[in-house]
């Protein structure tokens, strides 16, 4: 063999190698995709499930602590999305029916209860009352919180808009509805007055705070 000859072989291992090394270059580029750390949505105020692998369990929302948030509550801007229901419900006292039964003073009141409205059997059967909690369940999406609903509103699926609005209705009825105290949860553990410390409140610090100082 001539060196022409060599030269030719040696080209097509060279080239050869290239293209092994080109498509491993390429298929990482698509195969190699990085996975996220995190999944890609967080429940407030809800703890992650003690999964022991697999998928994560269904988590419902976090009910707002009313005496917390209620007080706060932006009423101006949920009057302003009250609005979107006045379509369908009239807000003034003693108004009308309307396609949806008259919301004057619907906080506390019981379900399906406003006289002369002809209420679907779904609503009828739910029985209970108007609770905060329960506006904010139906709020976010009518037709999955009480299924076969007249009211043919997909919902409001912001948290903080549910809770202004919310914050708004307690003001449209005579005297607005009460606010109940604030979760004590939040509130500081007391100082154990017996001997025993109970299994909840741990006497000493938390462990990620810095020790008191002796004192010397
Ligand atoms: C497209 C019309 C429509 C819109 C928009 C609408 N609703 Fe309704 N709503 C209805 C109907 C119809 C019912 C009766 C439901 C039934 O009987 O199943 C109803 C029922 C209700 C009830 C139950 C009242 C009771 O007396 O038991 C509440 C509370 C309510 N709506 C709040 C709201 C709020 C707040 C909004 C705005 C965010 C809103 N709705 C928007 C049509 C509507």
Known sequence: MDSFEWNKIAGAVLGTLLFVVAVRIASGMIFEAEPPEKPGYVVEGVEAPAAAGGAPAVVEEALPDWGTVLPKADVAAGK????????CHDLSKGGPNKIGPALWGVV???????????????????????????????????????????????????????????????????????????????????????????ATAPATAPTDQPAPPKKT
């Open 108 to 198: 506390g009141r019981p379900r399906a209860s406003h006289p002369g409205f002809d209420y679907s059997g779904a609503m009828k059967a739910k029985g209970g009352a108007w609770s905060y909690d329960e506006l904010f369940k139906f709020l976010k999406s009518p037709g999955a919180y009480i299924p076969g609903t007249k009211m043919s509103f997909a919902g409001l699926r912001s948290a903080d808009e549910r809770v202004n609005l919310i914050a708004f209705l307690r003001t449209d009825m005579d005297s607005p509805a009460a606010i109940p105290p604030p979760h004590p949860a939040a509130a500081p553990a007391q100082a154990p007055t017996g001997g025993k410390a109970p």
């Open 80 to 87: 302003s999305i009250a609005s979107r229901c006045e379509q």
